[in-house]
C-alpha cells in the first residue's frame, strides 16, 4: 500500500514538473501576449495541480495537506482572475493579436451543402 | 523525486524571468512575474519536501495572497496612472 501510494505520487509530480517546464517554454516561444497567456495558465493549472497533489500524497492525512489544498485553491480562484483583468488590460490598451483574424462584419463564402453561401456571425 | 521538481521549476523560474526581461510590452512583464510568483509558490513546496521541513507551505500561502494583489495592482496603476483612482470621482 506505501509502494503503491509512493509510485502514484511521484507519477503526479513528474507529470507536473514535466508540465510546468512546457508552460514555462511557451511563455518564452509564444509571439504575443494572448497566445503567452494561454501557455503561462498550463503551469498554474495542470503543472501546480499534479505537483500539489503528488506531495499531498507524500504528506499523507495531515494539516500539510491542509495547507497544499489551500494553495491548490488559492490558484483555482485567482489565476482566471488575473487571466481575465490582464486580458481585458491589454485589449484596452490597444495590443492587437498577432495570430487572430477579425472575422466581425465580414461575410465569408463557405459553401454549404445547398449551395447557398453562410454567413459567419 | 522532489529533486528532480525543484530543478523543473528552477528552469521554468529561469524561462519565465528572461521573458520578464525581454517582454516588449509591460503586460508581458506582468504576466511573466505572475508565473515568478506561481512558481516561487511551487518551489517553496518542493524545497520545503526536500529538506524535511514542509512548515514552509505557511510562507507559500502568503506569498499566494500577495501574488495576486500585487498583479492586480499593477494592472490597475498601468491603465489609470494611479491606484486611487475611483469611476464615480473620474479623478
Not at chain 1, 503526479?12 to 509571439?31: D, E, Q
Not at chain 1, 495537506?65 to 485567482?78: E, P, R
Not at chain 2, 528532480?4 to 512575474?33: Q, Y
Request: charged share 15%; aromatic share 8%.
Amino acid at each position: 500500500m506505501e509502494l503503491i501510494v509512493n509510485i502514484l505520487s511521484w507519477i503526479f509530480i513528474l507529470a507536473g514538473s514535466f508540465f510546468i517546464v512546457i508552460g514555462a517554454l511557451g511563455l518564452m516561444r509564444m509571439p504575443d501576449i494572448y497566445t503567452r497567456m494561454h501557455a503561462a495558465s498550463v503551469i498554474d493549472t495542470t503543472g501546480a495541480g499534479f505537483l500539489v497533489l503528488g506531495l499531498i500524497l507524500q504528506a499523507g492525512l495531515s494539516l500539510i495537506a491542509l495547507k497544499l489544498l489551500f494553495i491548490l485553491a488559492i490558484f483555482f480562484f485567482t489565476g482566471p482572475v488575473v487571466s481575465h483583468a490582464l486580458a481585458q488590460a491589454a485589449l484596452a490598451a490597444g495590443v492587437e493579436p498577432e495570430l487572430a483574424e477579425d472575422r466581425r462584419g465580414q461575410t465569408t463564402a463557405t459553401p454549404a451543402k445547398d449551395g447557398k453561401s453562410k454567413e459567419i456571425p | 523525486m522532489f529533486i528532480a521538481a525543484t530543478i523543473a521549476v528552477l528552469v521554468a523560474l529561469t524561462l519565465a524571468v528572461s521573458r520578464a526581461i525581454l517582454g516588449p510590452t509591460v503586460f508581458d512583464r506582468v504576466l511573466a512575474g505572475n508565473s515568478v510568483g506561481t512558481l516561487a509558490i511551487l518551489l517553496l513546496a518542493a524545497v520545503g519536501f526536500l529538506t524535511g521541513r514542509p512548515e514552509w507551505l505557511d510562507i507559500a500561502l502568503t506569498y499566494g495572497l500577495l501574488n495576486i494583489i500585487g498583479t492586480l495592482a499593477v494592472l490597475k496603476f498601468f491603465r489609470y496612472g494611479d491606484l486611487a483612482y475611483d469611476q464615480e470621482d473620474g479623478a
